[in-house]
């Protein structure tokens, strides 16, 4: 089936697309804290009657539509938290909790996924491959992914490919991107708590000035990545957030700084962690503080399968985009730890809906759900 023929397929549940996107959109919950989403999720894939559905990660589901035994066992994931924002799209089913919205398109993710899941219940008899369905939560915040996989949702049956999905702004409607190999960033998210010693501002050679040290290696940390790193070899290190002290004439005893490091070598972060710690070492020498450096969150790279992207390629067709790598980053990458997957970016943005992902005015055009939708029909063998 060509993607025309596919995109006509999914066409015919486009009404299904939009009241699944918009009932959740409404609901948004923070990660692990997704408890009437799972509801709504498991009140509909039950009525789809899958051959398997669980509870995984506390809030995640797996649903198993089991096919006859001759394909793959491939697997397809949404994430299905939502953001601490506080929406003003002014859209008749905004969030209904106060303070959180769904502006990253995981209501989208998620009405893929349960749309899917019932084509795939309409047309089992048609299966050659078991599918597995992902609904995970806590992408935005923890890496729920790890928990999915811990607690053993790519097993029983064992997932032999992975698919995920992301609405995508800056890539055009009707298309999707992705490319072969690293495609997003790996990435820490890192604290360095200085402990330095408090004294009258007036007598500071009594103390140990945690806000001077924390000024040195914030200026060492910029130039890590321009003088340890092969300017070839893509990779950051950005500090967003600092504090410290507590009057204007106290030496502060306490300093932080909050930051993230990205890259997409192994190689490269392990340099970058080394020269942090160099970094690091010296400031203490020189201002007789102590520094902890704490890693926060963590993420792999995600680094997609060539031969599923070129799959993937022959079935969009003209429709298909080559992504750059980005240095943003995706918990997808921990189910590319364990088997081969590929992330595309479904595009969803037209001349009525311009507002970046994670702004309090981020919509899509909901046209894009069939592209996901039809893609998704596409990657599964058996519908003749």
């Known amino acids: 089936m060509d993607f025309d023929a596919l995109l006509k397929e999914a066409s015919r549940y486009e009404s299904r697309l939009r009241a699944h996107r918009r009932a959740l959109h409404h609901i948004p919950e923070l990660g692990y804290e997704e408890h009437e989403t799972h509801a709504y999720l498991m009140e509909h894939l039950r009525a789809l009657a899958p051959d398997d559905l669980k509870t995984f990660a506390r809030t995640g589901i797996r649903a198993v539509f089991r096919g006859d035994g001759t394909g793959r066992v491939i697997a397809f994931r949404s994430d299905i938290d939502a953001l601490p924002i506080q929406e003003a799209t002014g859209r008749d089913y905004a969030s209904c909790h106060s303070g959180k919205m769904h502006a990253c398109g995981h209501d989208g993710h998620m009405a893929n996924l349960l749309t899917f899941a019932q084509w795939l219940s309409e047309h089992r008899e048609k299966l050659h491959d078991d599918v ?28 032999e490919v992975v698919y995920g999905m992301h609405m995508m702004p800056d890539v055009p409607l009707g298309k999707v991107s992705t490319c072969a190999g690293p495609m997003m960033a790996q990435t820490c998210e890192m604290d360095f708590i200085i402990r330095g010693l408090a004294a009258h501002g007036a007598m500071p050679h009594l103390g140990q000035d945690a806000v001077m040290a924390m000024a040195h290696l914030l200026t060492m940390l910029q130039t890590t990545v321009a003088r340890s790193i092969d300017p070839a070899q893509p990779a950051l290190i950005t500090i967003g957030h600092v504090e410290a002290g507590h009057q204007r004439n106290i030496i502060a005893d306490e300093a932080r700084l909050e930051g993230i490091v990205r890259t997409f070598s192994n190689d490269v972060y392990a340099r970058l962690e080394e020269r942090m710690m160099a970094d690091i070492a010296g400031v203490d020498a020189a201002f007789g503080t102590k520094t902890e450096m704490v890693k926060r969150v963590f993420y792999p790279c995600v680094e997609n399968d060539p031969a599923e992207v070129e799959r993937v390629h022959a079935l969009l067709g003209d429709r298909f985009v080559q992504e750059k790598p980005r240095m943003i980053a995706e918990d997808f990458s921990y189910y590319q730890l364990n088997v081969p997957g590929v992330f595309v970016f479904c595009g969803c943005m037209d001349e009525n809906h311009k507002s970046p992902l994670h702004a309090d005015t981020f919509d899509f055009d909901e046209r894009a759900l069939v592209t996901g939708l039809a893609l998704f029909i596409g990657l599964t063998a058996g519908k003749e």
């Open 132 to 159: 597995v369905l992902l609904f995970q939560p806590a992408e935005e915040t923890t890496g729920g992914a790890r928990n999915m996989i811990e607690e053993g949702a790519l097993e029983d049956p064992h997932v």
